[in-house]
């Protein structure tokens, strides 16, 4: 099997970084508290989902609302491993333990490309 090539993966966590640098530093404090290899990029991108769902939480639209919105335009112009990771790694974490009340507000920010996925893992929330 061929290694996998996970370079555009590194280079969409650069891009959060630089577009909300605190949740960045905050997922990958979270990540090495867990003792988690500091490239273990699938964990990032959960702890990143983990950090979205907690804004939604908290109905901080405008944080919640930029995070989805970034990953959503990252979703249009993904390559095969990009759309994995946030398939996988970041939009099946969305929401997770939020309650039936939190979990309808927060749909409504969540755009039509990351509801398709997150339908395919979970169907409607």
Known sequence: ???QDFSAVLALIHAVTA??????RLASERLASKGYDPDAWH????EFAQITTEA????????ARAHLMFMSDQLHIAGPEVFEAIDVSYTENLMWDLGA???KWGWTLVPENLRALYRAMWGEP
């Open 19 to 24: 577009r909300f640098p605190d949740e960045a």
């Open 101 to 103: 009340a939190q979990k």
């Open 43 to 46: 964990f990032w991108f959960e």
């Open 1 to 3: 099997m061929p290694m």
């Open 56 to 63: 939604i939480r908290r109905r901080d639209e405008t944080q």
